[in-house]
T-cell receptor, first 109, second 121 residues
């Protein structure tokens, strides 16, 4: 079967760095997405990785290793507004989205 | 638990025809279902929110007569794209949030379907 694993919940301190991991097992791979979702709102696109390596976008970076079926989202200089759920999703060989259950990130002052 | 399916996964149709996409919650009762549209590698755009047994709430700019949404039961919502045109070609994704309960999903969590790729020729 296809599945994506990510931690259910993480807690971090304002101003710190946090890394949210995502491992996947899918039928083929056509890219991996990270979305941020605040409660009651639609998911916001953060990143799309299809090649190995690290992509940096301001305070957020996303890393992909296709051989390991592994990605992480790195958030630096955490702010209270970063408290949200972070969703990892993979496009399989048929461009079907396989979703992780999301990681709820709690930021404490 | 908390599995959401969509059917069909891929559809190609001629311009002017109507296409129906189904979204089902397989192992929980979905009180609310959401329909999104995703353009390649871009954000999910919320189209509408539907609650079981009531009319859907459409986001600004989404034509309710073109994108018909029916949420007739706690496990099924349908999106019908009427008189489809090539510009409607996109990836449509549904999500569902369910009834809170000891063995059920969290009521404030959305569970996403795998998406339906629509190509209008």
């Amino acid at each position: 079967g296809q599945n994506i694993d990510q931690p259910t919940e993480m807690t971090a301190t304002e101003g710190a760095i946090v890394q949210i991991n995502c491992t996947y097992q899918t039928s083929g791979f056509n890219g991996l997405f990270w979305y941020q979702q605040h409660a009651g709102e639609a998911p916001t696109f953060l990143s799309y990785n299809v090649l190995d390596g690290l992509e940096e976008k301001g305070r957020f970076s996303s890393f992909l290793s296709r051989s390991k079926g592994y990605s992480y989202l790195l958030l630096k200089e955490l702010q209270m507004k970063d408290s949200a759920s972070y969703l990892c999703a993979v496009w399989d060989s048929n461009y079907q989205l396989i979703w992780g259950a999301g990681t709820k990130l709690i930021i404490k002052p | 638990g908390a599995v959401v399916s969509q059917h069909p996964s891929w559809v190609i149709c001629k311009s002017g025809t109507s296409v129906k996409i189904e979204c089902r919650s397989l192992d929980f009762q979905a009180t609310t279902m959401f329909w999104y549209r995703q353009f390649p590698k871009q954000s999910l755009m919320l189209m509408a929110t539907s609650n079981e047994g009531s009319k859907a709430t459409y986001e600004q700019g989404v034509e309710k007569d073109k994108f018909l949404i029916n949420h007739a039961s706690l496990t099924l919502s349908t999106l019908t794209v009427t008189s489809a045109h090539p510009e409607d070609s996109s990836f449509y994704i549904c999500s569902a949030s369910g009834l809170a309960g000891e063995n059920g999903p969290s009521a404030d969590t959305q569970y996403f379907g795998p998406g339906t790729r629509l190509t209008v020729l």
